[in-house]
């Protein structure tokens, strides 16, 4: 069974950048699309980004495109998201997770808390 | 594609069997996925493809359904079931979208 860590969340003030990196073992990284889904504390799960097996190929949430960035290191079995003009509804927990099949998500990192504030 | 998801909370007693309702604004053949999650931790994948089990769930959680419409059962629900479920919709092309969530709690 896989695992994921989550870092990189912290308190940001709005229009700040921020970037969150995901380090996967357990399993055959390079092989698998992952994801970024966001939570604000007591609400419903978002999707925020997708990333295909290869990097090539993302996939955004309307409320984040054009200032968030997901990329992948398939030799560090990392994930990254890149997120800029950080506004106050971004603040949320963020899970990175594994996909198993269209999107299906079948790993979960313990989530890192993004906070933007003034 | 906009999920909606009934009722948006229920009360059960242990043993009960509990049913879940997802809909989808335009059909997404089978893709459609259900999630459990208890608070402060992540989700834990239920079902995939709309009635596929997930290695390690127990066999009282099942999913059916097709194109707009599916359900999500818990036949004779137990303590640890007690959480939030969400449905999920990946069909190709069209982006990813969650449900708002059924949280079902002691009765």
């Known amino acids: 069974e896989g695992q994921l860590l989550e870092s990189g969340g912290d308190l940001v003030q709005p229009g700040g950048s921020l970037r969150l990196s995901c380090a996967a073992s357990?399993?055959?990284?390079?092989?698998?699309?992952m994801a970024w889904v966001r939570q604000t504390p007591g609400k419903g799960l978002e999707w925020v980004a997708g990333i295909w097996s290869s990097g090539v190929k993302t996939d955004y949430a309307d409320s984040v495109k054009g200032r968030f960035t997901v990329s992948r290191d398939n030799s560090k079995n990392t994930l990254y998201l890149q997120m800029d003009s950080l506004r106050v509804e971004d603040t949320a927990i963020y899970y990175c997770a594994k996909d198993k099949w269209s999107f299906a998500l079948d790993i979960w990192g313990q989530g890192t808390m993004v906070t933007v504030s003034s | 594609i906009q999920m909606t998801q009934s009722p948006s909370s229920l009360s059960a007693s242990v043993g009960d069997r509990v049913t879940i309702t997802c809909r989808a604004s335009q059909s997404i053949s089978t893709y459609l996925n259900w999630y459990q999650q208890k608070p402060g931790r992540a989700p834990k994948l239920l079902i995939y493809?709309?009635?596929n089990l997930q290695s390690g769930v127990p066999s009282r959680f099942s999913g059916s359904g097709s194109g707009t419409d599916f359900t999500l059962t818990i036949g004779g629900l137990q303590p640890e079931d007690f959480a939030t479920y969400y449905c999920q919709q990946s069909y190709s092309g069209l982006g990813v979208t969650f449900g708002p969530g059924t949280k079902v709690d002691i009765k």
């Open positions: 357990g399993f055959t990284f390079s092989s698998y699309a």
């Open positions: 493809a709309a009635s």
